[in-house]
């Protein structure tokens, strides 16, 4: 009732708050009304809630209901003042009473809940049946009026209970008010000014000493007084002070869309000895970082599913498998080459090169794999070209790490040994992971402490067992044979949640602990870090789109590919740091200096590579016009098969086809079943029809069946003029903003209506917000997925309900012949000849 108050003069309300700028008050009015209607969404619920289950204990009967006898005496104000309706028998006649439509309601996603209005019940009379809740009637401004607040829910936000959305409002709106965020810009500015220079002043006391007796400065004070003295032990300092400086560095690093990675490294190279030197490389804070590698290594395994390698295709399972040898042998060569030549060398060590060949040949697991689920690439042909080359390039990793204790003396009978060691350990996880600790975990699933130390448990098992001097394995290896085997299996997600708090704290520390380690930067160590990005990116170009090429996969796919896989990766940064003098392992292959131009080009390329994801295929565009232009400057016979044949043989098709007037900017699921309709009921409308795609692929099917085609980029004006310069009378975009990369329906009909003004323009859209703003830019039509899937829905219901009387054989026959009918419209020309396209969207 409280919120009906609210909500129903909503004009009124609007109107107050909404006051022009400069009106003084409009703001705090504003933040007022949002802050109250999520408070009283919020008390709605609970007595909803509590007027439910009131409702149904008096419907009981028998069943006692003092436990609620408080709360009702609480809400008796609230109760007294609405008179019981009754039951609604027509939602239509409560709508004219009102004034409004069925366009004007927000029909709410959660189940029907019962009226907060209570009907007085006397004990012995029957109880009246629960009402079903007003619908809520959410108030839609005039154009006039200016878009609606934020915290009013639109038909374009996501149907949430109310309970959800009034909830997260109040928090915010009370978080709002206590924090910064409630003050003015100015006060804003004060507060964070003053808020970093608190950090940096802790710092620099510390580096400083400042404060600190002589006897003091320099360690870190006696332990057994560390309370009272306000000392404490060095390991715990450093550790408190590289968190310190992480976090701080890695929320710039985050606002700037960079990997946190590299905001760990920077920020242990700010509290290093090249900075402010307060952390150093060594005592007991160097068995920290190792045992963040641990971690590292294990979380790269969790991840390694070999159950997944019988789902990749032809183009992932050769281009993964060869990928990586190619790569070492070219970046072998080129190196080499350049130390024969220029006498460059990127670190002391016979091992140099053979290190930086593997460095250069593996791609970052951790933030390819992040990136491409956040913008839901994974299941596209690029995505899983890229996810299949990380999986096999893990397996090479595993197939490293067994031989580089080896390396000094590569005898085939050691390496040998190494390898049926390597099996027998990898078989003994797989057994246990199968056979026992499926039982365990069952049994200790009620305990979330339990959990999490036999995660532990099974992590430093398999790392002992590895260890074992009838074994010799690294613990490195033993922690990716640990994650690796739990990955085969369906619990593995539950034990991996379990250990991710701890695991993400060492591998934090793990990366910091490089940043402190690293010495300062020389001109000669950036130089030459440049150098080896140089070559990693030009022999990932030169491999990974020849690769997919050449076992049938098309260029674009090979070019996102590479874009995706343009890093270094976390498990040659292991490789390296084992095998660097004074490093976690016992091996003296590399110095510290060729360490340091690996950290650096690492940090260089996670920067780029994660930038080059997030616009790949705006990237991919351009390298493929580029492709498209140098080919046919230089008249390859790609080219022209990708174009359909040299100039006069092209105009003499056209002219066949008659040039399509409707044109269609992509190709996807929507065009190809729209198509296939054409061919079906309207096959006479096939030759009008032009498709402008940047997918070389799509030429041969669709000309086949009579249909225009370009190869271009529909996202550029002057691809739209060279590829259909004839006039046009429909414009086409089938691919919703959810699909898109780097463009939007938006955006092509700006492209189009420069191109074609006259034409009409038909766009896709996932909701009515993004409708409303195609039709205010001149769209003609706007189809939306979901209301055309609500239609038909509605159809098929209606039917059903008007034919739902009786009972018996013939309600079944009846049934049985509606759905069958609506089957015969929804069936795909798929299986019939001349049907459906099977084209490689």
């Given at each position: 009732?409280?919120?009906?108050?609210?909500?129903v003069p909503?004009r009124?309300w609007?109107?107050?708050?909404m006051?022009?700028?400069?009106?003084?008050?409009s703001?705090?009015r504003l933040?007022w009304?949002?802050?109250e209607?999520?408070?009283?969404g919020?008390?709605?619920e609970?007595?909803?809630?509590?007027?439910a289950?009131?409702?149904r204990?008096l419907?009981?009967?028998?069943?006692e209901v003092?436990?609620?006898d408080?709360n009702?005496e609480?809400d008796k104000?609230?109760d007294?003042?609405t008179?019981?309706?009754?039951?609604?028998?027509?939602?239509?006649?409560e709508?004219?009473g009102q004034?409004?439509?069925?366009?004007?309601i927000?029909?709410e996603a959660?189940?029907p809940?019962?009226s907060?209005?209570?009907?007085a019940?006397?004990?012995?009379?029957p109880t009246?049946?629960?009402?079903r809740?007003?619908?809520r009637?959410?108030?839609?401004p005039?154009?006039t009026e200016?878009?609606?607040?934020?915290h009013?829910?639109?038909?374009s936000?996501p149907?949430l209970?109310v309970h959800?959305?009034?909830?997260?409002?109040?928090l915010?709106?009370?978080m709002q008010?206590?924090?910064?965020?409630?003050?003015t810009r100015?006060?804003q500015?004060?507060?964070?000014?003053?808020?970093?220079?608190?950090l940096?002043?802790?710092?620099?006391?510390?580096?400083?000493?400042?404060g600190?007796?002589?006897t003091?400065?320099?360690?870190g004070?006696?332990d057994?007084?560390?309370?009272?003295?306000?000392?404490?032990?060095p390991?715990?300092?450093n550790?408190a002070?590289?968190?310190v400086s992480a976090?701080?560095?890695?929320f710039?690093?985050n606002a700037?869309?960079?990997p946190l990675?590299?905001?760990?490294?920077?920020?242990?190279?700010?509290v290093g000895?090249?900075?402010l030197k307060?952390?150093?490389?060594e005592?007991?804070?160097?068995?920290?970082?190792?045992l963040?590698?641990?971690?590292l290594?294990f979380?790269?395994?969790?991840g390694?599913?070999?159950?997944?390698?019988?789902?990749?295709?032809r183009v992932?399972?050769?281009?993964?498998?060869?990928?990586?040898?190619?790569?070492v042998?070219s970046?072998?060569v080129?190196f080499?080459?350049?130390q024969?030549?220029?006498?460059?060398?990127?670190?002391k060590g016979?091992?140099?090169?053979?290190?930086?060949s593997l460095a250069?040949s593996?791609?970052?697991?951790?933030?390819?794999?992040?990136?491409?689920?956040q913008?839901g690439e994974?299941?596209?042909?690029?995505?899983?070209?890229?996810?299949g080359v990380?999986?096999i390039q893990?397996?090479?990793a595993i197939?490293?790490?067994?031989?580089q204790?080896n390396?000094?003396?590569l005898?085939?009978r050691?390496?040998?040994?190494?390898?049926f060691?390597?099996?027998?350990?990898?078989?003994?996880?797989?057994a246990?992971?199968?056979?026992?600790?499926?039982?365990?975990l069952?049994?200790?699933?009620?305990s979330v402490?339990?959990?999490?130390?036999?995660?532990?448990?099974?992590l430093?098992?398999?790392?002992s067992a590895?260890?074992?001097?009838?074994?010799?394995?690294?613990?490195?290896?033993g922690?990716?044979?640990g994650?690796a085997?739990?990955?085969?299996?369906?619990?593995?997600?539950?034990?991996?949640?379990?250990?991710h708090?701890?695991?993400d704290f060492?591998i934090?520390?793990?990366?910091i602990?490089?940043g402190v380690?690293?010495?300062?930067?020389t001109?000669?160590?950036?130089?030459?870090?440049?150098?080896?990005c140089?070559?990693?990116?030009?022999v990932r170009?030169v491999?990974?789109?020849?690769?997919v090429?050449a076992v049938?996969?098309?260029v674009r796919?090979?070019?996102?590919?590479t874009?995706?896989?343009?890093?270094i990766s976390?498990?040659?940064l292991a490789?390296?740091?084992?095998?660097?003098?004074?490093?976690?392992g016992?091996?003296?292959?590399i110095?510290?200096?060729?360490?340091?131009v690996?950290?650096?080009?690492?940090?260089?390329?996670a920067?780029?590579?994660?930038y080059?994801?997030?616009y790949?295929?705006k990237?991919?565009?351009?390298v493929?016009?580029?492709w498209?232009r140098c080919a046919?400057?230089?008249?390859l016979k790609?080219a022209?098969d990708?174009?359909?044949?040299?100039e006069?043989?092209?105009?003499?098709?056209?002219?066949?086809?008659?040039?399509g007037?409707i044109v269609?900017?992509?190709?996807?699921?929507i065009t190809a079943?729209?198509?296939?309709?054409f061919?079906?009921?309207s096959?006479?409308?096939?030759?009008?029809l032009h498709?402008?795609d940047i997918n070389?692929?799509?030429?041969?099917g669709?000309?086949?069946k009579?249909?225009?085609?370009?190869?271009?980029?529909?996202?550029?004006?002057?691809e739209?003029k060279?590829?259909?310069?004839?006039k046009?009378?429909?414009?086409m975009?089938?691919i919703?903003?959810?699909l898109l990369k780097g463009?939007?329906?938006l955006?092509?009909?700006h492209?189009?209506k420069k191109?074609?003004?006259d034409?009409?323009?038909?766009?896709?859209?996932?909701?009515?917000a993004?409708?409303?703003k195609?039709?205010?830019?001149g769209a003609?039509?706007?189809?939306r997925?979901a209301k055309l899937?609500?239609m038909?829905l509605h159809?098929?219901?209606?039917?059903?309900?008007?034919?739902a009387?009786?009972?018996g054989d013939l309600?079944?026959?009846?049934?049985?012949e509606?759905f069958?009918?609506f089957?015969?419209?929804d069936?795909?020309a798929r299986?019939?000849?001349?049907g459906?396209?099977?084209l490689?969207?």
């Amino acid at each position: 009732k409280r919120l009906s108050t609210l909500g129903v003069p909503c004009r009124f309300w609007w109107h107050w708050a909404m006051a022009p700028p400069g009106r003084p008050g409009s703001k705090r009015r504003l933040s007022w009304l949002e802050a109250e209607y999520a408070r009283l969404g919020y008390e709605c619920e609970y007595l909803e809630s509590l007027n439910a289950i009131l409702n149904r204990k008096l419907q009981g009967g028998d069943e006692e209901v003092d436990s609620v006898d408080d709360n009702a005496e609480s809400d008796k104000d609230d109760d007294d003042e609405t008179d019981w309706e009754g039951p609604s028998t027509n939602v239509a006649e409560e709508l004219d009473g009102q004034g409004l439509t069925l366009d004007d309601i927000h029909l709410e996603a959660s189940a029907p809940r019962t009226s907060v209005q209570s009907p007085a019940v006397t004990p012995g009379a029957p109880t009246p049946p629960l009402q079903r809740r007003k619908t809520r009637v959410e108030y839609r401004p005039d154009e006039t009026e200016g878009p609606a607040p934020e915290h009013m829910r639109m038909e374009s936000d996501p149907f949430l209970p109310v309970h959800q959305t009034s909830r997260s409002h109040y928090l915010y709106s009370l978080m709002q008010r206590g924090s910064a965020l409630g003050g003015t810009r100015p006060a804003q500015v004060l507060i964070y000014i003053i808020a970093f220079a608190g950090l940096v002043f802790v710092l620099v006391a510390h580096a400083t000493h400042l404060g600190a007796h002589e006897t003091e400065a320099g360690h870190g004070g006696d332990d057994g007084h560390r309370r009272l003295g306000g000392a404490a032990p060095p390991l715990l300092k450093n550790i408190a002070l590289a968190l310190v400086s992480a976090g701080a560095v890695s929320f710039v690093v985050n606002a700037l869309q960079w990997p946190l990675c590299i905001g760990y490294i920077l920020g242990g190279v700010l509290v290093g000895p090249n900075v402010l030197k307060l952390v150093f490389w060594e005592g007991d804070i160097r068995y920290v970082f190792e045992l963040g590698l641990v971690f590292l290594l294990f979380m790269i395994g969790c991840g390694l599913d070999f159950r997944k390698l019988w789902g990749l295709d032809r183009v992932s399972l050769a281009a993964g498998f060869a990928q990586f040898p190619l790569c070492v042998c070219s970046t072998f060569v080129i190196f080499s080459l350049l130390q024969v030549a220029f006498g460059l060398e990127l670190g002391k060590g016979e091992y140099a090169i053979t290190y930086a060949s593997l460095a250069c040949s593996l791609s970052s697991t951790l933030i390819v794999g992040k990136l491409l689920g956040q913008f839901g690439e994974k299941d596209t042909p690029a995505g899983k070209v890229t996810t299949g080359v990380l999986l096999i390039q893990d397996l090479w990793a595993i197939v490293v790490l067994a031989c580089q204790p080896n390396m000094d003396f590569l005898h085939p009978r050691k390496m040998l040994v190494s390898f049926f060691c390597l099996a027998i350990i990898l078989f003994v996880a797989l057994a246990y992971a199968k056979l026992v600790m499926p039982p365990v975990l069952f049994s200790a699933s009620k305990s979330v402490e339990l959990m999490l130390v036999l995660a532990l448990a099974w992590l430093f098992f398999v790392i002992s067992a590895s260890i074992l001097p009838l074994v010799e394995l690294s613990m490195e290896l033993g922690a990716l044979i640990g994650g690796a085997a739990l990955a085969t299996f369906p619990y593995s997600v539950d034990l991996n949640s379990k250990v991710h708090y701890v695991r993400d704290f060492f591998i934090t520390i793990f990366f910091i602990g490089m940043g402190v380690d690293v010495p300062a930067p020389t001109w000669s160590v950036i130089l030459k870090a440049l150098l080896v990005c140089v070559v990693v990116l030009f022999v990932r170009w030169v491999s990974i789109p020849v690769l997919v090429t050449a076992v049938g996969g098309e260029v674009r796919v090979g070019v996102l590919a590479t874009l995706n896989l343009s890093q270094i990766s976390e498990l040659a940064l292991a490789i390296c740091i084992m095998g660097t003098r004074g490093g976690f392992g016992p091996l003296n292959h590399i110095d510290q200096e060729f360490m340091t131009v690996i950290i650096w080009a690492f940090s260089i390329l996670a920067i780029s590579g994660s930038y080059c994801i997030s616009y790949n295929y705006k990237v991919m565009r351009g390298v493929m016009s580029a492709w498209r232009r140098c080919a046919v400057w230089l008249h390859l016979k790609q080219a022209k098969d990708a174009e359909g044949g040299d100039e006069d043989e092209d105009q003499d098709y056209h002219h066949q086809v008659q040039q399509g007037d409707i044109v269609i900017l992509g190709f996807h699921r929507i065009t190809a079943l729209l198509i296939a309709e054409f061919m079906m009921k309207s096959p006479k409308v096939i030759q009008r029809l032009h498709v402008i795609d940047i997918n070389p692929g799509l030429a041969d099917g669709l000309r086949e069946k009579g249909i225009g085609f370009t190869f271009g980029d529909f996202a550029s004006a002057k691809e739209l003029k060279r590829c259909h310069p004839d006039k046009a009378t429909i414009i086409m975009s089938t691919i919703p903003d959810s699909l898109l990369k780097g463009v939007s329906n938006l955006k092509l009909l700006h492209v189009a209506k420069k191109v074609w003004p006259d034409a009409h323009f038909i766009a896709t859209a996932d909701n009515p917000a993004q409708a409303q703003k195609l039709y205010d830019a001149g769209a003609d039509y706007v189809v939306r997925m979901a209301k055309l899937c609500a239609m038909r829905l509605h159809e098929l219901l209606v039917e059903h309900c008007s034919k739902a009387f009786g009972g018996g054989d013939l309600k079944e026959e009846l049934d049985k012949e509606l759905f069958n009918r609506f089957k015969v419209k929804d069936k795909d020309a798929r299986s019939q000849e001349g049907g459906f396209l099977a084209l490689r969207m």
